[in-house]
């Protein structure tokens, strides 16, 4: 499973012209589900992001994390992130979850990161979205648990 996080003030997403999600001071989450993934890893990287670092503190330091400042998340399917390009000029998407999978893990993200008790919003999946974010810092962090980032 593949995480990219951005630290955003404001981040929205629309599908066929209307908000679909959108959030505050929080993080834009987009989320690749590869074909080996399972809610253990969901439940991995979910502990991982809320707890992880990355906001600032009194003095600017990277010492809050998601629970330390109340922060919302805006989760967005991407498969794209499991694109390979070893070969040729087309990207391959082969390690990438079919829906079947992909769709009900995503669900779970969703619902785990709200056990911890933080705000939710999505785009929806498999839809053509437009994101918008406002990145703070700029902060963007890659987590991927098949390299043992987590």
């Known amino acids: 499973m593949r995480a990219l996080l951005q630290r955003v003030s404001q981040a929205s997403v629309t599908v066929e012209g209307q908000i679909v999600g959108e959030i ?14 399972s809610e ?9 992001i809320v ?11 990277m010492n809050r994390s998601l629970l330390d400042i109340h922060g919302e998340v805006l989760v967005v399917s991407q498969f794209t992130l499991h694109a390979s390009t070893r070969r040729g000029r087309r990207p391959s998407f082969t390690d990438a979850a079919p ?10 993200f969703k619902d785990v990161m709200k056990q911890y008790g933080v705000k939710v919003a ?23 648990t098949e390299e043992g980032e987590q």
């Open 24 to 37: 505050g001071y929080g993080l834009l989450i987009l989320l690749g589900v590869g074909q080996r993934d």
């Open 40 to 48: 253990q890893q969901v439940k991995t990287l979910v502990d991982k």
């Open 51 to 61: 707890q992880l670092r990355i906001f600032g503190d009194d003095e600017g330091k």
């Open 99 to 108: 829906p079947s999978l992909a769709d009900p893990l995503y669900e779970y």
């Open 122 to 144: 999505s785009g929806i999946f498999g839809a053509t979205m437009s994101v918008e974010l406002r990145n703070e810092g700029p902060v963007t962090i890659w987590l991927d």
